[in-house]
């Protein structure tokens, strides 16, 4: 790691994604930090042109700071979406420097916005992990968790409802087929006592033709008649 001087408000250290540049002192809004150099490439040379790295500082169309250079300390600072500090550029100097854009505490990672092409070449495809975004990230697993959760809470009483209507079917059903065996039974028990009465009354009504039948039926007459006449 590249010695820094201890009169420096920086120093490197390790951050969530590898190493980065971290205030040791409060460090006030609009302060300059630290200076972003390295080489000058001339884009109107070949050899210049060819250097392709991810320190590449555009400062104009014909000038980039090379920045890859191990003496270049600004190139620990990383990029954040929401940063404390932004590139001052000065491209007629061909110049520049990190400034604080928030008051930085000791202790804070040093972050500055690195613009929207290294973010569409460098972060997007692996996912920028600046604490903005991870916070982004971190909501929106929260969201789908307790989204997740909500839909299963609702399965769960659609499920009780529909367990719940069909006990309550089954049980009206049960009356019902309850109610229609009573039914069935009054109607049998009532067919039978019918039935009964009427035979009793007919056998009743039988019995009397046949006692009187027997007690005055011409029978004994004609026996007494045939006994009289042998
Ligand atoms: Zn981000």
């Known amino acids: 790691m590249p010695a820094i001087s201890p009169n420096k408000p920086y120093r490197v250290g390790r951050s969530p994604t590898g190493l980065g540049l971290f205030a040791t002192k409060p460090i006030k809004k609009g302060t300059k930090i630290i200076r972003?150099?390295?080489?000058l490439l001339d884009s109107k040379k070949k050899k210049d042109d060819a250097i392709e790295n991810k320190y590449l500082f555009e400062?104009?169309?014909?000038?980039?700071?090379?920045?890859?250079?191990?003496?270049?300390?600004?190139?620990?600072?990383?990029?954040?979406?929401?940063?404390n500090a932004e590139s001052d550029v000065r491209p007629r100097k061909r110049k520049v420097f990190i400034r604080a854009i928030k008051n930085i505490e000791p202790g804070d990672e040093i972050n500055y916005d690195y613009g929207t092409d290294y973010f569409k070449a460098y972060l997007k495809p692996i996912g920028c992990k600046c604490v903005a975004c991870e916070k982004k990230r971190k909501k929106k697993r929260a969201e789908a968790r307790a989204e997740k959760l909500r839909?299963?809470?609702?399965e769960k009483a659609k499920a009780e409802r529909k367990a719940l209507k069909e006990a309550e079917k089954r049980k009206a059903k049960a009356a019902r087929a309850?109610?229609?065996?009573?039914?069935?039974?009054?109607?049998?028990?009532?067919?039978?006592?019918?039935?009964?009465?009427?035979?009793?009354?007919?056998?009743?009504?039988?019995?009397?033709?046949?006692?009187?039948?027997?007690s005055t039926g011409p029978g004994p007459t004609r026996a007494r008649d045939i006994s009289a006449s042998a």
């Not at 972003?36 to 080489?39: A, K, L, Q, S, T």
């Not at 839909?151 to 609702?154: G, T, V």
């Not at 009793?200 to 019995?207: D, E, I, R, V």
């Open 36 to 39: 972003y150099f390295g080489p």
């Open 59 to 83: 400062l104009t169309n014909r000038w980039t700071i090379d920045g890859s250079v191990r003496e270049n300390i600004a190139r620990y600072i990383n990029h954040a979406c929401k940063p």
């Open 151 to 154: 839909l299963k809470a609702k």
């Open 178 to 214: 309850r109610k229609a065996k009573e039914k069935a039974a009054q109607k049998l028990n009532g067919k039978a006592n019918g039935a009964g009465l009427n035979g009793h009354s007919l056998n009743g009504h039988a019995g009397k033709t046949a006692r009187s039948g027997i």
